[in-house]
């Protein structure tokens, strides 16, 4: 009703007819504040329950044994997951050596050559190539990497890791270089430096730590990842340290302990999955302080 | 403004000023301050391996389809449009038909947003128009801190706590109050097609509300002060001032959601029962084509098994890049304009 009301108002503001706050607008008012309160309340319910569990579970199973051994077999208790944590770290360093170069390179094409209709096609695949869910990126891998080696490798994990990398840390690159003004550029520009060199030095060191943390977004993403580890890392019960064999990795070996009906295990995947989000949650931090403090401090 | 002063040859501003291509000819012929002619090579080399950067994530949707399509072809011969109308899944007289797992995809991710769908906007309306400008920064923060949680540790979770909690208490409440409508009967297992709507939709929470909140944000602040000025309550100047415009942006968050509970392998996975039957009941198990996926690909032995299997993952993919590329168009169509910040 006050759409019909919005046009004429302005016209005709001393005469205009304001509907009185009523009890029941009031009301229902208040109520639908409430309403979302709530909602706020019910979404932040299961973030904390699955910390705390995590945590309540997890800690009590950590111990020396559990990050410097292997798997036991079935039946026996104690072992560890020293094997995949060193496997996961393993295929993480593959996929950031494939994915951030070529991530960051797309997205500079993006924001400094890409301001056109190439540009669109490229920033459009890669929101869409975002939505491919990972186990499809795991069947390519499967095809691209797996069949040709006839292996299930670390590689082939890395290299399905990166497929997932890239368009985020495109993406995020290029936001942050639009962010840089483009007077900065100019002034390179107009003492001569070459483009290639102010586009390093000048653009992309700007915005070194935005873009840092771009790729740090895209690292914790696919940490965590098991579906496209499924069939191209595929795990392992002992120490491999070729990146063409079978690989373990701690969120594989997370859904397989789950999945299983022994206690032990359940008590390992508890461990294991706390170990993965603290280490996700060191890696990042560790970043971030290095670009702050460290040698890699942005100008 | 600045072009006539730069020195570089060639030079092509990326910005607003970019096109005036009379100016940059004429330009050309300016000296150069420093370098000269040294710094075309290399120049030339960067930029074409940029570009070479960004062909490179057009190659990669190019082969990932190519992977898929001639992955599938085997299966494709074989069964045609009847492997998407058949609920025969029998590896032993290599039978394949993708129905249930496509049935179980679909009203899993459904469930999901009819669970997802409310929170999230009001979590989105809570943070942009309600809540304290202090309290802001932590809720949203938190809120995203669980699009941060592995898939896996979601379904660790699931396991342990939401099933034997849908089982104690959620199942046998529905049952005795929506027992009627026959989407509740059954014996209560907890693992279910219920388990995975709802884990799914703790999972796609943070998604759809952060989008919606960027939408909500992008709406005009006098939009508001309009709403308020013709009297109007808060609830009000939101629904009619805020909810309104934002419909579009809104709809395409929601379905970038969709995007991502069809996709979701893991934690679904481990809560749906893995059981390629097409049931009534949402207490019953099910399966996805991205659970199918991760159970069976490594086991597929026969080619016709692993290429009925590709092509389960090339209608997957099919259908999140329809979708996704939907939701994309409907969230730019509202925050266009605006300059294109973190909508990813």
Not at chain 2, 282 to 292: E, I, K, N, Q, R
């Amino acid at each position: 009703m006050s759409d019909t009301n919005s046009s004429t108002a302005a016209v005709l503001i001393p005469h205009i007819n304001i509907p009185p706050i009523t009890l029941r607008r009031r009301v229902v008012d208040r109520a639908m504040t409430g309403v979302a309160a709530l909602t706020v309340v019910v979404v932040l319910v299961p973030l904390f329950a699955i910390f705390a569990y995590l945590v309540y579970k997890g800690i009590g199973s950590i111990n020396v044994a559990f990050l410097t051994q292997t798997p036991k077999p079935v039946g026996e208790a104690g072992g560890g997951m020293a094997n995949a944590i060193v496997g996961s770290m393993v295929i993480l360093a593959i996929a950031s050596l494939l994915g951030v170069p070529l991530g960051i390179g797309a997205g500079i094409f993006l924001s400094e050559y890409g301001r056109n209709r190439y540009g669109d096609i490229v920033r459009f695949v890669s929101d869409v190539l975002n939505g491919v869910p990972s186990i499809v990126i795991g069947i390519v891998a499967y095809g691209l990497v797996v069949l040709p080696q006839k292996h299930f490798s670390a590689l082939a994990g890395g290299v399905a890791l990166a497929i997932m990398m890239i368009p985020t840390i495109a993406r995020t690159t290029e936001q942050m270089l639009l962010l840089v003004p483009q007077a900065i550029r100019e002034a390179a520009y107009g003492l001569g430096v070459a483009r290639w060199r102010t586009t390093l030095s000048i653009t992309l060191r700007t915005a070194t730590s935005g873009v840092i943390t771009g790729v740090m977004l895209a690292f914790a993403r696919v940490a965590g990842e098991t579906a496209p580890l499924l069939f191209t890392a595929f795990g392992n019960q002992y120490w491999n340290w070729k990146t063409d064999q079978p690989t373990a990795a701690l969120s594989l070996q997370i859904f397989t302990y789950a999945i299983s009906p022994f206690d032990e295990w359940h008590r390992q995947a508890w461990a294991g999955a706390l170990v993965l989000i603290v280490l996700i949650v060191a890696a990042v931090a560790a970043v971030r302080i290095a670009v702050k403090h460290g040698t890699l401090a942005g100008a | 403004m600045s072009n006539q002063a730069l020195p570089r040859p060639r030079f092509n501003a990326p910005g607003p000023e970019r096109g005036s291509k009379a100016d940059l000819k004429i330009e050309a012929r300016a000296t150069p301050l420093l370098q000269g002619k040294v710094s075309e090579i290399p120049d030339a080399f960067f930029g074409w391996a940029m570009r070479l950067c960004g062909l490179a994530v057009v190659a990669l949707l190019g082969l990932i389809v190519y992977q898929l399509v001639v992955g599938s072809e085997l299966s494709w011969h074989a069964f045609g449009w009847k492997f998407f109308g058949q609920s025969d899944w029998n590896p032993v007289s290599d039978q394949y038909g993708a129905l249930p797992f496509m049935y179980g995809t679909i009203v899993s991710s459904l469930l999901s947003l009819v669970i997802a769908v409310p929170l999230s906007i009001g979590v989105a309306v809570f943070i942009t128009e309600m809540c304290p400008t202090g309290l802001r920064g932590t809720l949203s923060f938190t809120t995203e801190l669980l699009a941060a949680i592995p898939s896996v540790v979601y379904g660790l979770w699931a396991i342990f706590v939401l099933v034997p909690i849908l089982r104690a208490y959620v199942q046998p409440f529905l049952a005795r109050t929506l027992g009627w409508t026959g989407l509740f009967s059954g014996p209560p297992y907890g693992i279910g097609m219920l388990a995975a709507g709802v884990i799914l939709a703790i999972m796609i929470i943070p998604i759809i509300s952060s989008i919606t909140r960027e939408v909500l944000t992008v709406i005009p602040q006098h939009q508001r002060e309009a709403v308020l000025a013709l009297g109007a309550t808060r609830w009000e100047m939101i629904r009619m001032g805020v909810l309104r415009n934002a419909r579009a942006g809104i709809v395409g968050a929601v379905i970038l959601g969709l995007g991502r509970a069809l996709g979701e392998t893991m934690a679904v996975t481990m809560v749906i029962g893995n059981r390629p039957e097409i049931a009534k009941s949402l207490f019953a198990p099910g399966y996805t084509m991205a659970s199918v996926l991760a159970n069976e690909f490594t086991e597929a032995t026969g080619n016709l098994y692993l290429s009925a299997l590709i092509e389960i993952g090339l209608a997957l993919f099919f259908v999140t890049i329809v979708v996704n590329a939907l939701a994309r168009l409907m969230v730019w169509s509202v925050t266009r304009g605006q300059p294109a910040r973190s909508i990813a």
